[in-house]
């Protein structure tokens, strides 16, 4: 199976990084995570990106805060998709880094989610990786189930709660 990347462009982004790696860990997905600053570490962050394929990875994961350039960046040296996690910051409640993320021009997409958006990121690189792996397709499709199961759930105890079911 493929690897996931989390890339943090710095290590403040961590409590969003332990969030992906959270779910990935749960769907059984692979990862790395690195921290790589699109502007401290150019060098590095195109190294990787270029390199990303060939070193076992089907999928990035991007995250990163206020001028959030790090999706674009690793984007722009690879063909595998990135997924772009904005950080909200102090200055703008992560809206700078929203727009950020999600205004690249044509021909080099970043997928983003929304600000803060661990969980999803993390579904949505496992459902590109499952692709190809039917077994991480059936474990996908077992986690939406329980999703489903615990809305029933929760809807049948707050009926018995309220509605004297």
Known sequence: MRKAAIIMGSDSDLPVAEKVVSKLSQLSVPYEVHVISAHRTPETARTFARDAEKNGFG?????????????????????LPVIGIPVSSPDFSGMDALLSTVQMPPGVPVASMAVGGAVNAAVFAAQILALSDTELARRLDADRNDMRDKVIRKDKEIGERFNGN
């Open 59 to 79: 999928v990035i994961i991007s995250i990163a805060g206020k001028a959030a350039h790090l999706g674009g960046v690793l984007a722009s040296h690879t063909l």
